[in-house]
């Protein structure tokens, strides 16, 4: 099983959780983070790390965001993402996005 990055890291794209992991399975785009479902080993590292509360793993992913299932696989798969595997500075976007979000 792997862990799934949904809505709520677009247009933020805190990268906390690529530290913590231990395979380097996340990859980017200019609006978000995704899991590679191959790479990804399970540890759950990731998820207390994300400040935004936007990973889930595979069959714990709420009802309204399992869409990001295969969008991870499509975005991290496809070549078009580049692997990330250092802290980033995040979006301009993120804190009022953390802030909207409750966070």
Same mark, same amino acid.
């Given at each position: 099983?792997? #862990?799934? &990055?949904? %809505? ?5 794209? $805190? ?9 380097? =399975? $996340?990859?980017? @785009? ?5 899991? #590679?479902?191959?790479? =990804?080993? @399970?540890? %759950?590292?990731?998820?207390? /790390? =994300?400040? &935004? !509360? /936007?990973? $889930?793993? %595979? @069959?714990?992913?709420? *009802? @309204? ?14 070549? !078009?993402? !580049? ?10 976007? /993120?804190? *009022? ?7």
């Amino acid at each position: 099983m792997t #862990h799934i &990055v949904t %809505g709520n890291c677009e247009d933020c794209k $805190f990268t906390d959780c690529v530290e913590t992991c231990p395979v380097d =399975c $996340f990859y980017m @785009d200019d609006r978000m983070l995704y899991i #590679h479902p191959d790479e =990804c080993i @399970d540890c %759950g590292a990731c998820v207390p /790390a =994300c400040p &935004v !509360e /936007a990973i $889930f793993p %595979g @069959d714990s992913v709420p *009802e @309204d965001q399992t869409q990001w299932t295969d969008i991870n696989a499509e975005k991290s798969t496809g070549g !078009e993402c !580049e692997n990330i595997t250092a802290k980033q500075d995040p979006l301009p976007s /993120a804190e *009022e996005k953390k802030t909207n979000l409750g966070y």
